[in-house]
T-cell receptor, first 110, second 113 residues
């Protein structure tokens, strides 16, 4: 069964520090990976996509992909209280379905 | 550009009833996917519609059905509601068929009593 696994948290990070969120996936056929942010009571919002091994940076966010280890991560630099949310990792399978992780709850402490 | 809209935002139904939820995608988007989100199960894929045809289906019973209209608006229907159907139902639109990059609506919170 295709799975994406994330630590449910909560992950508590001081304001201004780097928050590191991780996920692993089981389907070696997955080629596309996504990070969504979901604030409490709101719907998921796409914040990063990554398709190739290595790093992809967008502002304070960096997504990292290691296909050999089947590992995806999201780094948030200079964390702000507004970054407090649940972060969902998703992998695209060969049927063009997104396989979702259960999410990691991130808390940024002022 | 307006985002994805879903109506109604909140619903309370009793067991055995049926319910219809509506989704209007972003203008120009032709693909609509539906998800169920619960605290215990996370996001679960229900189905995807493109050009009025169901293209993909998740592992849900036949009580869950959907359709898409020529203007890309979509509805999903749940018949014979069960307590376990209480969830947030999310609609997501994409520009093209089988696109991974999806944009979510605010969701419909369904409570079954």
């Amino acid at each position: 069964q295709k799975e994406v696994e994330q630590n449910s948290g909560p992950l508590s990070v001081p304001e201004g520090a780097i928050a590191s969120l991780n996920c692993t996936y089981s389907d070696r056929g997955s080629q596309s990976f996504f990070w969504y942010r979901q604030y409490s009571g709101k719907s998921p919002e796409l914040i990063m996509s990554i398709y190739s091994n290595g790093d992809k940076e967008d502002g304070r966010f960096t997504a990292q992909l290691n296909k050999a280890s089947q590992y995806v991560s999201l780094l948030i630099r200079d964390s702000q209280p507004s970054d407090s949310a649940t972060y969902l990792c998703a992998a695209g399978d060969s049927n063009y379905q997104l396989i979702w992780g259960a999410g990691t709850k991130l808390i940024i402490k002022p | 550009k307006a985002g994805v809209t879903q109506t109604p935002r909140y619903l309370i139904k009793t067991r055995g009833q049926q319910v219809t939820l509506s989704c209007s995608p972003i203008s120009g988007h032709r693909s609509v996917s539906w998800y169920q989100q619960t605290p215990g199960q996370g996001l679960q894929f229900l189905f995807e519609y493109f050009s009025e045809t169901q293209r993909n289906k998740g592992n849900f019973p036949g009580r869950f059905s959907g359709r898409q209209f020529s203007n890309s608006r979509s509805e999903m229907n749940v018949s014979t509601l069960e307590l376990g159907d209480s969830a947030l139902y999310l609609c997501a639109s994409s520009l093209a068929e089988r696109s991974y990059e999806q944009y979510f609506g605010p969701g419909t919170r369904l409570t079954v009593t």
